[in-house]
């Protein structure tokens, strides 16, 4: 079987994967997407609840692409329940378009999963990440797994792509390894 073969159905296999553990994921009463980027350009009150109003999906894989990439600095204004909700829909959409212009979806989710703001990439820490956004173990695995296709496992050339390789085995280790609450 070829690379390219081998890495197809790598893909199919985790888009099924993230929407098997991310099924059911409600944005209850969380930020939308077109909310989070009027919130990023400082519109009013009013303006934000106009946003909001354009959101009508009930389910994430409803999301429109469309709305993906005209939001795409979206995650970064979402409160933790709307993380929560989005992200596998940017997860999707990055994997499901790779070649279009929502390649960014796969960056902005990596980003997002491996930093935990304000710590450093190397400080940053999974199992606080996931419960700061109240993920579930099978979606901390669609995760880790999510970040291995995206990073890759290629010999890191740059001190900044061993670190997030690094990084990326930090999540795996966390999956791999669950603490037991004491």
């Known amino acids: 079987m070829s690379q ?19 099924d059911g994921v409600e944005r ?9 980027i009027a919130i990023d350009d400082y519109k009013s009150d009013e303006e934000q609840l106009d946003a909001r109003r354009l959101d009508t ?33 940017f997860m999707l959409c990055g994997l499901t378009n790779l070649d279009d212009d929502a390649g960014f979806a796969l960056e902005t989710c ?14 940053s ?8 956004y ?6 901390c695995r669609a995760i880790a797994h999510f970040l291995r296709f995206v990073v890759g496992d290629d010999d890191a050339f740059t001190v900044q792509h061993a670190t997030t390789l690094q990084a990326v085995a930090k999540w795996e280790h966390f999956v791999n390894h ?5």
Do not use: M
């Open 110 to 123: 990596e980003y997002h999963l491996l930093h935990e703001y304000p710590k450093s990439l190397r400080k």
């Open 134 to 139: 109240g993920f579930t173990h099978a979606q």
């Open 4 to 22: 390219h073969t081998n890495r197809e159905r790598s893909r199919q296999e985790l888009i099924a994967e993230i929407v098997s553990a991310f």
């Open 57 to 89: 999906e009930k389910r994430w894989q409803d999301v429109p692409a469309e709305a993906i990439v005209a939001c795409d600095s979206a995650l970064s204004f979402l409160d933790s329940k709307s993380f929560r909700y989005y992200l596998p829909a």
């Open 125 to 132: 820490d999974p199992a606080s990440i996931a419960a700061k």
């Open 178 to 182: 669950p603490v037991s609450p004491a």
């Open 28 to 36: 209850e009463d969380g930020i939308t997407i077109h909310e989070a």
